[in-house]
């Protein structure tokens, strides 16, 4: 994960702080699987968002 740009890093924060209360503790935990969601859906945190969740 080191090279992910500032933005990237803040929109894994930003997944993550949405769905704090959804995911796994073993999740929360990389930020990988967080960065993967938001590339699958270019970068759209709502849709990041949705597809984590389900």
């Not at 933005?7 to 999740?27: A, C, D, F, Y």
Request: charged letters at 35%.
């Amino acid at each position: 994960m080191d090279n992910i740009t500032d933005e990237g890093k803040s929109m894994v924060e930003e997944l993550r702080r949405r769905t704090i209360n959804e995911v796994t503790p073993k999740m929360l935990e990389d930020a990988s699987v967080f960065y993967r969601f938001a590339k699958a859906r270019d970068f759209n945190l709502g849709q990041a968002e949705n597809m984590l969740r389900k």
